[in-house]
């Protein structure tokens, strides 16, 4: 297929995600566009002809689930385009320790995931999939129109570089790569060299640029702030829009995809005209749910039923007039759900992540730096950054009696809560705030 005909259709496509009148019709699309791309990529990958040998492609949600591990450890015969692990890690191994990430096999990007699930993961992304991606990207990220408006700049700040993203420059594009291992000072010198009028990064260096911005070191005036790579905690959201003067969209991707973007209206869609999520409830009451993904634009690597480490939060209806699949938020992931003990009987009940969250932001009225690790069932250590004495020691007592009253209504025992001192991670690792640091018996949820 032609490659500029297929990115305008994508782009064209991802603006009118209105196109779709019913959830039932978006429904009706994914089944029709999964059954067609397993018919194209089954053959393809030995790994998904053995799944397949019992199910027809109609069967598909019977398959069993995947993971990171599975994929990793079957990475040879479940990609498409018979690139061994051995060759793709070198090559990916060599772009991060030179930062040079232009190499490719086969015409074909090689990239590593963060690892912050503890162990590392390849992807494979080809010509053809960084065109669409680049489409869908522009299309629905990207303000103004990419042929009628103005030009944007966009500073992206990652861990690593990839031919991914630099796939999307173009005349009415200026992408420019910010490397999140880099100094603080050479990237505030750039932004206001640059002036990009759209900025994208993890939240806590957005949160690091909105504290350069209050004392005067940055000038920049982005239309446009967008979270990417961590969890956006309600803090650090409203502090950054605080400073910037509008709303902080979010970009929910990773290895496996392009999962999510928050509309005009700042509510977080599913992609669904480029992936199908299952719910794994967790609390159905509460909406909290672990995703499983399939993903029907994946070629090189395809990725069907594939369970992320993901905690997400359903959404409500959305007055942009889209029907994808809305969600309040990603919570983090499923290391960060802490477990108490009932005090009924000896069983366990999860915790997520954002009460333990609010248990912290609501006992002082300054920004606090913090982390939450729970280092067994019956020890919560909180890492705070609070230099006055004073308030120190006012702020500890109130988070210990926020967690008493918490543990309280969840019917847990209390556990033993320390403190010491906030240790900010190395540069170019996400920022975990709340971390279970031991596995229960029987593994994760």
């Known amino acids: 297929m032609n490659l500029l005909y297929l990115f305008l259709k994508e782009y064209y496509l991802a603006r009118r995600v209105n196109r779709f009148k019913s959830i039932e019709q978006i429904k009706q699309y994914q089944e029709e566009k999964v059954r067609l791309h397993l018919s194209k990529i089954v053959p393809l990958s030995p790994f998904y002809q053995k799944r397949f040998e019992q199910h027809s492609f109609s069967e598909w949600r019977k398959l069993p689930l995947m993971d990171k591990s599975i994929m990793m450890k079957s990475f040879d015969e479940l990609n498409t385009v018979g690139i061994k692990k051995k060759e793709a890690f070198e090559v990916a191994l060599a772009s991060e320790e030179s930062r040079d990430f232009s190499p490719k096999l086969e015409d074909v ?14 992807f494979l ?6 065109v669409r991606w680049a489409g869908n990207i522009l299309g629905k990220v990207i303000p103004t129109s990419l042929f009628f408006g103005k030009k ?17 420059n173009n005349p009415k594009i200026a992408f420019h790569f910010f490397d999140l291992l880099d100094e603080i000072e050479n990237h505030i010198d750039r932004l206001n060299r640059y002036q990009p009028t759209i900025v994208v990064a993890p939240s806590s260096k957005l949160r690091i640029l909105a504290q350069a911005k209050k004392e005067g070191k940055l000038s920049i005036q982005p239309l ?68 499983v993904i399939t993903d029907f634009t994946r070629t090189s690597q395809p990725i069907i039923r594939y369970r992320l480490n993901d905690v997400l939060t359903e959404g409500e209806t959305c007055t942009c007039g889209s029907h994808f699949m809305t969600l309040k938020q990603i919570d983090g992931r499923c290391d960060d759900l802490f477990y108490g003990k009932r005090i009924k009987d000896e069983g366990v009940r999860i915790l997520f992540s954002d009460f333990i969250r609010r248990a912290i932001i609501s006992s002082s009225d300054v920004s606090l730096e913090y982390k939450v690790k729970q280092l067994t069932f019956d020890h919560i250590n909180v890492e705070l950054s609070l230099p006055d004495i004073n308030e120190r020691k006012q702020v500890q007592m109130t988070i210990k009696g926020n967690f008493e009253q918490f543990f309280k209504e969840m019917e847990c025992v209390l556990p033993t809560i320390s403190f010491s001192t906030y240790q900010a991670p190395p540069r170019g690792i996400k920022i975990r705030r709340v971390e279970r640091c031991f596995q229960i018996e029987g593994g994760i949820v």
Not at 125 to 130: A, D, Y
């Open 224 to 291: 446009k702030i967008v979270s990417v790579a961590e969890a956006l905690n309600a803090e650090d959201k409203l502090e950054i829009e605080e400073v910037f003067q509008q709303k902080v969209h979010q970009i929910y991707q990773c290895t496996e995809g392009f999962l999510a973007y928050t509309c005009p209206h700042g509510t977080l869609h599913v992609n669904e005209d480029l992936v199908i999520i299952e719910k794994e409830y967790l609390d159905k009451q509460a909406g909290k749910f672990v995703p």
């Open 152 to 168: 944007q700049t966009i500073a992206f700040f990652l861990r690593a570089n990839s031919n991914l993203y630099n796939s999307v």
């Open 109 to 122: 990007t090689v990239g590593l995931s963060s690892g912050t699930s503890g162990n590392r993961g390849l």
């Open 125 to 130: 992304v080809s010509q053809e999939e960084q």
